[in-house]
Every structure is written in structure tokens, then in C-alpha cells.
């Protein structure tokens, strides 16, 4: 009897630890076609209109619309909102970022479950922040611009249609382009950049 129990045991286990693998050897992703994603951001932003100001921590959420072309190759479109708090003044003020990036995706091995890949493409930015001045009169500033983006990381399908992926990034850009309560308003250029982590989960929409 303890022999049978003993037994019965053992291949539990065995079955528990080999069901992800044999789960892995079913798996044969594609990622031709339409695919949508959430993810969390995450990182250092560095926005600024004086030398010397350090980052500060910056988080944000966003959806991505992919389309793949080929088996290594994607058409990419993902929009994100991130909030930050940093110097873009002498004192500190909160901001926020409308981020929309447009690019290429390349990945490795075609039809396996793990996917390496690297990102390049246009940003496209919008900040806000409002000011009160020595007056105590609070002012909307906003600007605009284009930048670089860049990514690398991972993408791990957990089904067919389903895969989380993370990846490190890195965007730059200079905002010359102000409005001050709506109106366009000469400033300083203001260089900006961002260096985090992407977290997000992707559904394929398989035919």
C-alpha cells in the first residue's frame, strides 16, 4: 500500500512538473496578423529647460495595435499616457506625457514559444503642466514634438493567441513648439528624454 501511495506520488509530481513543458511542445505561435496590447510603463524621465536637473520617477499606462507582415517583421502603433514630477521649471511641478509611437518590430525565431525583439520608431509627444507665477496666476503650458524611440526585449507566448512581454526603452526629443493658455508662445527648446520598462499582455486574433 505505501509502495502504491509512494508511486502515485512520484507521478503526480512528475506529471506537475512536466505539464508546462509538454504545454510549451503544443504551442505553435504565430505572429502574423492584427495583435492588441496593455502594458505598464515605467522608468526615469528627464525633462528640463535648465542644466543639471535630474530625473525623476516616471509611470504610465497604454494599448499598442500591432500588424504582422512577416514572421519576423511588424508594423507597430501604441499610445501611452505617463505622468511624472520633475524640474522643468526651478521648482518642481507634476506633468504629463501623451506618447504616440509609430515603428518597426523584429523578432527571432519564427514559431517559437519565446521571441526576442527590437523596436525603432517615431515618438510623438505632447506635455502639459500648469504654473502659478510669483503673481499666484496659474498658467496651462503645453508643447509638442518628435522624437526617437527605441525598445528590446521579450515576448513569451502562454497560448496561442495570448503572450506577455517585457522590454526595456528609450526615448529622446526636444519641445520647442509651446502654447501658454492656448495661445503659441516663444520658448526655450526643452530637451526630454525617458529610460524604462515596458510590462504588457498581448491577444493575437488568430483566423
Known sequence: MHCFVRRAAQT??????AAPAMRAQSLSPST???????????GTMN?????????????????EIA????????LVGRLARIASTSAII?????????QGDIGLRWMSSPGARVRPFAEAGLALRRLAFEYADRANVTS???????GATMSVGVMVFQTNTMSVEGAGTYTSGNFSTWKVNGKPESLAQMPSEMLGVRIGVRYWFKK
Open 47 to 63: 525633462t528640463a529647460i535648465y542644466p543639471g536637473a535630474s530625473g525623476r520617477t516616471a509611470l504610465g499606462v497604454g494599448g
Open 67 to 74: 500588424y504582422g507582415a512577416s514572421p519576423r517583421l511588424s
Open 32 to 42: 502574423l496578423g492584427i495583435s492588441a496590447q496593455v502594458h505598464g510603463v515605467g
Open 12 to 17: 503526480l509530481v512528475a506529471l506537475v512538473i
Open 90 to 98: 526651478p521648482e518642481s511641478t507634476d506633468y504629463a506625457m501623451l
Open 140 to 146: 496651462d503650458f503645453s508643447a509638442f514634438n518628435g
